[in-house]
């Protein structure tokens, strides 16, 4: 077997990815690898559209709940995971398939981003965050804008913290941050991989969005997370900052009501399926599955992926 092999099954939230990469990681005798920034958490469960054990159907997982909800997640550490985890894999005679949405955290995996260089200062962190708490997202996000119009193009003025880190990053170097991950990006990757990247029609995607947050409210949303407020977890937790938690969050400490919360899941959500997509887009060497050419027929869109998975198994 080879032992650089990496599948990598990517695509916007809520277009079918789970039970793809279930078959597709039986076809091949494969283990998964979470590449979801919120799976990882324990007790963040129907928030995250946790993967149950049931619809592993028997397919190892790797990443999902191995943190605690207060504590720190970022893309350097989840590269570490990912790599000890793909080796483990390798090791067990099988082939590693990343799946999940989060494009960045893939590209750093692919191209073994480096991050260690002007890894971090807590003193000019705790000074920007102060400068934010005083200014707002927008304010620090025209400052960005300012020194580094590409970041500021690539991240949006709500994540604080990737808005924070790109300005920390030009204070220890005096590098634009863009300019260091474009340069890490055109690295060779040190795997033989395939990169698929599952898509469907924008109204059909939208649709399943709003089903899937109807769906997560009545299996109890609310409840879990007023659970994780009620023990102790910050509402400025990474973890609290994800999609349905930062909304539900805010109608429980009275920000705004119910309804409005529900619809800013579904909005925000929204925004962030269009988000992924521009960023896959930008990516080289990804293969394409887009449903409607399958007439959505999962079994065709397995053959496929298999027949060009062939050269590297």
Known sequence: MNDKSLIVLAGPTAVGKTALSINLAKALNAEIISADSVQVYKKLDIGSAK??????????????????????????????????????????????????????????????????????????RERLEAEAEKLGNEAMHDKLKGIDP????????????????????YELTGEKISVHNASEKDKESPYDYRYFVLNDDRD????????????????????????????????????????GYRQIMDYLYGNIDLDEA???????????????????????????????????????????????????L
């Not at 999902?64 to 790599?83: Q, S, T």
């Not at 999940?100 to 480096?114: E, H, M, P, R, S």
């Open 262 to 312: 529900v619809f800013q899941v579904k909005l925000q959500t929204r925004h962030f399926a269009k988000r992924q997509l521009t960023w896959f887009r930008r990516e080289k060497d990804t293969i394409w599955v887009n449903r409607p050419e399958f007439n959505n027929d999962e079994s065709k869109m397995l053959e496929f992926m298999i027949d060009k998975c062939r050269e590297i």
């Open 150 to 169: 590409e970041s500021a193009e690539a991240i949006p003025a709500g994540n604080l913290k990737r808005v924070i880190r790109a300005l920390e990053y």
């Open 51 to 124: 993967i149950t054990q049931d619809e592993m159907d028997g397919v190892t997982h790797h990443l999902i709940d191995v943190l605690e909800p207060d504590e720190d997640f970022n893309v350097a550490l989840f590269k570490d995971l990912v790599k000890e985890a793909i080796d483990k894999v390798h090791a067990n005679g099988h082939i590693p398939i990343l799946a999940g949405g989060t494009g960045f955290y893939i590209q750093a995996v692919l191209k073994d981003v480096d991050f260690t260089k002007g890894e971090s200062s807590p003193e000019i």
């Open 204 to 243: 059909k995607l939208y649709e399943r969005i709003d089903r899937r947050v109807d769906i997560m409210m009545q299996n109890g949303l609310l409840d879990e997370v007023r659970m994780l407020k009620e023990s102790g977890i910050s509402r400025d937790a990474v973890s609290m900052q994800s999609l």
